[in-house]
């Protein structure tokens, strides 16, 4: 113990040194997002290797091998499910290759981090660059959407999480069809909500909200939760809607990745639009 005391008191400024540092590393990515993602970026191989170290550790004593199959094999049937296909030639009723044009390809991953009580929070996955993944592929669990991918390395990636205060999303009540902005004020982790909701539509406590579609990165009618409560402001016109999410997002373990096999299209067509 005595020797022990005398290395420490021996190399204290050096000790101090690398407090000092961790703590300010974490004040800089606490309040600063730009910061925090760039960090974020950079980090990624070296913390997502310690943190797939972990929970394959953690693996063994639980059942990961048994869901790891199980979401391989539910990513499978996503694959060759219609809405994974858009139809090209709409003049032949033929099911064929050149009638039917797979756009939407899904990974299995493993979330190895996720946060929940910040304000702007982040999951961390297993597959990178080398396994198809690329940033603003959407990443969805059994139950719901969870995100979409920001950064990417070769072997992982980080997600900008449903509980982000920069998250929005375009929606749709599913009964009536109407389309409104998904956000998150920072708060309830369970609860989102549901803005730029016209007046004249008619809302229901309990009704279900999805994807709208009209996006890139999400394809349509992905489950994401349901009316809990609406209200409007006296002499606006718009409703704000609290959605329940779908998903318990601090119980997310394996996520499937979306690829939009067609995203790079309607990219360029997007920049295209811009010069008029």
């Known amino acids: 113990m005595k020797n022990l005391l005398t290395v420490i008191w021996k190399y204290q400024f050096f000790f101090l040194f690398i407090l000092l540092e961790a703590v300010s ?12 993602s760039v960090i974020i970026n950079s980090t990624n191989g070296i913390t997502g290797n310690i943190l797939k170290t972990y929970t394959n550790i953690n693996d063994y004593f639980s059942l990961g091998q048994a869901n790891q199959i199980l979401a391989e094999e539910n990513a499978g049937f996503y694959n060759i499910l219609p809405g994974s296909f858009i139809k090209t030639d709409t003049n032949s009723f033929i099911f064929n290759d050149t009638l039917y044009r797979q756009q939407y390809r899904y990974i299995t991953a493993k979330v190895i981090s996720n946060s929940t009580n910040r304000r702007n929070n982040y999951l961390k996955l297993n597959k990178g660059k080398a396994q198809g993944i690329g940033k603003e592929m959407a990443v969805i669990s059994p139950n719901g959407i969870v995100g979409q991918v920001i950064e990417v390395s070769d072997n992982f990636c980080s997600v900008m999480s449903l509980l982000n ?7 749709k009540i599913k009964s009536s ?8 004020n920072g708060e309830n982790y369970r609860t989102g909500t549901m803005i730029d909701i016209p007046s004249h539509t008619e809302l229901l406590i309990g009704d279900s909200v999805v994807t709208s579609g009209f996006s890139h990165i999400f394809p349509e009618g992905l489950y994401v939760g ?5 209200r409007i402001r006296p002499g606006d016109n718009f409703y704000t809607a609290d959605i329940k999410y779908s998903v318990d997002y601090n119980r997310v373990y394996y996520v499937f ?3 939009n096999l067609l995203q790079d299209e309607l990219i360029e ?3 295209a639009e811009s010069k008029y």
């Open 25 to 36: 590393g974490f004040v800089l990515v606490k309040n600063s997002y730009y910061q925090g």
């Open 165 to 171: 205060i920069n998250s929005k999303i375009s929606v």
């Open 177 to 184: 069809k109407q389309i409104g902005t998904l956000v998150w």
């Open 226 to 230: 349901n009316v809990e409560g609406f």
């Open 257 to 259: 990745v979306i690829q």
């Open 269 to 271: 067509l997007e920049g």
